[in-house]
């Protein structure tokens, strides 16, 4: 059982930045591949960007690469997106997973992730 706990979410204008943290505990953090995903009002939860075992293995949606950047901290059971050049578009709360798998062409669907945490809100003004 892996309980997981964002952190970092809040109001900002467009342009700002903002870094989101997720906290890890009841599993053996490393093994699991991290990811973060949004949801907005209205629409389906969406991919943002996901991490597996070293900094080398990541992905990000198209809609975020070049401005965001996932981080995992194992030492501290922690996974970090950092959100440079935020735009509106972007206002959803954001979710962090985990999962077991490590297929890459599955790592941006949320069926592969098993554990998720309660969300943090991300407001982005024009």
């Known amino acids: 059982q892996v309980q997981l706990v964002e952190s970092g979410g809040g109001l900002v204008q467009a342009g700002g930045s903002l870094r989101l943290s997720c906290a890890a505990s009841?599993?053996?953090?490393?093994?699991?591949?991290m990811a973060w995903f949004r949801q907005a009002p209205g629409k389906e939860r969406e991919f943002v960007a996901t991490?597996?075992?070293?900094?080398?293995?990541?992905y990000y949606s198209d809609s975020v690469k070049g401005r965001f950047t996932i981080s995992r901290d194992n030492a501290k059971n922690t996974v970090s997106l950092q959100m440079n050049s935020l735009k509106p578009e972007d206002t959803a709360v954001y979710y962090c997973?985990?999962?077991?798998?490590?297929?890459?062409?599955?790592?941006?669907?949320?069926?592969?992730?098993?554990?998720w945490g309660q969300g943090t809100q991300v407001t982005v003004s024009s």
């Open positions: 997973a985990a999962g077991l798998g490590w297929v890459t062409s599955e790592l941006r669907r949320s069926g592969m992730y098993d554990y």
């Open positions: 009841g599993g053996t953090f490393s093994r699991y591949t």
């Open positions: 991490i597996t075992w070293t900094a080398g293995n990541t």
